[in-house]
């Protein structure tokens, strides 16, 4: 693609990769300010691209954030970053938005150029009247009509309140680009989880914040993420990073069965298990949900390296034993004489079994729908079944199926 087709796919991509950059940013920053200040709300989108406020609602930090998607960006006192900035900064002060206190950070990843007069208002070495002096006179001169409006904003109010908006301004840059945000994070999450887990928990932790965040976006103005909330998370999660637990994603838990996923298991062998001994399809969809989930996380395990395939044989030999016990009584209960109705109904028992014991593959693994999808799967691989005579009554099936292929 060539013209402007290919400029307008470009600046989409860099639009993207900001707004993801700022969710990404905004937990970065939320984490570090966890270790000095743990009372505080944040916000994406509201004052700022990301704002700080006190648990009373009173905003403290404001940071605007700059994403730049190619090669290393100068930033300097005529840069449209800057002054676009200052405009958003300027103007809020103005109106009385952006509180007389409210600190304010831009953080980009572009570099400062020495000497000049964003460069002096770095966190160090500062120099508000130089840098002031500088940027007086690039406003007053510059002719670049991409700063226009943030110069006229600047220029607005009085020097004495100019000088009080930059005593608040503090340039942040050389900021990690998007993609080198994940070693940054992970040494914020570093005592939260084993080293080899650091992938795997910051993950996790970084699914809950989207979902956080896009909560928050939709109720603006009254929704605010607590740092209580990230700190609970954070402890929920490194409990369930520890050996005797094992993490349960979020998004399966709310997982709600679908007809794509219906469809593309009913014609699997668990199902017709169930078919087999009249089950309700009520309880069918049930047992697809738990096989999926279970399937799933059982997946993104091993993925992760938090568990292994003994474990999971280990398990699964588990089950098979537990199960074993309840079949056999069953069948011994039942005698040779049984009519089909007593064996489908005593086969409908031990199905019951199977939907409310918890059998965990650690102690801390609690959640029901890993041993009730695990048992479904091995269901599924005929290594367990619910009708006394499952493997009969299964290979009858396939040859009924056969002949009439």
């Not at 904003?153 to 004495?160: I, N, Q, S």
């Not at 993950?203 to 989207?210: I, M």
């Not at 993420?225 to 520890?242: H, N, P």
């Not at 993104?300 to 390296?305: A, H």
């Amino acid at each position: 693609m060539t013209g402007a087709g290919r400029t307008s796919q470009f600046s989409a991509v860099d639009a993207t990769l900001g707004y993801l950059y700022q969710v990404r940013s905004a937990l970065f920053w939320a984490l570090r300010r966890l270790k000095s200040e743990p009372d505080f709300l944040v916000t994406v989108e509201t004052l700022d691209d990301v704002t700080f406020e006190t648990l009373g609602g009173d905003a403290k930090d404001l940071l605007q954030m700059k994403h730049h998607r190619k090669g290393t960006a100068s930033l300097t006192a005529a840069s449209p970053d800057l002054w676009k900035t200052f405009r958003i900064w300027f103007e809020g002060y103005a109106s009385g938005r952006i509180p007389e206190n409210a600190n304010l950070y831009l953080v980009t990843t572009a570099i400062a150029q020495e000497s000049t007069a964003v460069s002096k208002l770095r966190a160090t070495d500062r120099d508000i009247e130089a840098a002031q002096h500088l940027l007086d006179s690039t406003a007053a001169s510059s002719t670049n009509m991409a700063n226009k409006s943030g110069y006229e904003a600047y220029l607005k109010v009085t020097p004495a309140k100019r000088t009080g908006v930059l005593e608040r301004v503090v340039i942040i840059d050389a900021a990690p680009m998007i993609e080198d945000l994940d070693s940054h994070l992970r040494r914020e999450i570093y005592w939260a989880a084993r080293r080899e887990h650091h992938v795997a928990f910051l993950e996790r932790l970084e699914g809950w914040w989207l979902r956080r965040v896009i909560r928050q976006l939709a109720d603006v103005g009254h929704d605010r993420v607590g740092s209580i909330e990230l700190e609970a998370q954070m402890s929920d999660l490194s409990e369930q990073f520890k050996q005797n637990a094992l993490p349960i994603d979020e998004d399966l838990l709310e997982f709600t069965l679908d007809d794509a996923t219906k469809v593309a298991h009913e014609d699997s062998t668990f199902v017709r298990q169930l078919e087999i001994i009249k089950v309700g399809k009520r309880r069918i969809a049930a047992a697809i949900r738990d096989y999926y989930r279970a399937f799933e996380q059982r997946s993104r395990w091993i993925r992760d390296d938090l568990v292994v395939g003994l474990d999971l044989n280990k398990y699964e030999k588990r089950l098979a034993e537990e199960w074993e016990l309840i079949f056999e009584a069953m069948c011994d209960d039942l005698g040779d004489a049984a009519t089909n109705d007593a064996k489908e109904q005593a086969a409908r028992s031990v199905l019951t079994w199977a939907e409310r014991t918890t059998i965990p593959i650690r102690s801390n693994v609690t959640e029901p729908f890993v041993s009730r999808g695990s048992l479904h799967m091995l269901a599924d691989d005929v290594r367990i079944g619910w009708h006394p005579e499952f493997r009969d009554r299964l290979a009858s099936l396939l040859s009924a199926k056969e002949g009439s292929g």
